[in-house]
């Protein structure tokens, strides 16, 4: 049961971010992510939609879920021919 609602949650999830690209297409904005699985879901998200490059920054990068997913996420992008550039300071 949980695993339906977090897959139901992530897709809509993501239809929320699609409606907000499709009403504000063309213009920059902001959208704060103050939850952990919101900001994991939507760097996944960015990631599967990249279509030229991706660069990212992170202070700490760990092996483990968070840190897996993420390595995933930008696996797929690269494996599409994203550019994919990982800075690390940790």
Request: without cysteine.
């Amino acid at each position: 049961m949980l695993g339906q609602k977090s897959v139901r949650a992530e897709s809509l999830y993501f239809l929320y971010i699609d409606e907000q690209i499709n009403l504000h297409g063309g213009l920059t904005g902001v959208l704060v992510l103050d939850k952990g699985e919101e900001a994991l879901l939507a760097r996944a998200w960015l990631a599967d939609h990249a279509q030229q490059s991706i660069k990212v920054q992170y202070f700490i990068w760990s092996t483990d879920n968070i840190g897996i997913l993420a390595t995933e996420a930008l696996l797929r992008a690269a494996n599409r021919g994203v550019k994919v550039r990982v800075s690390v300071d940790d």
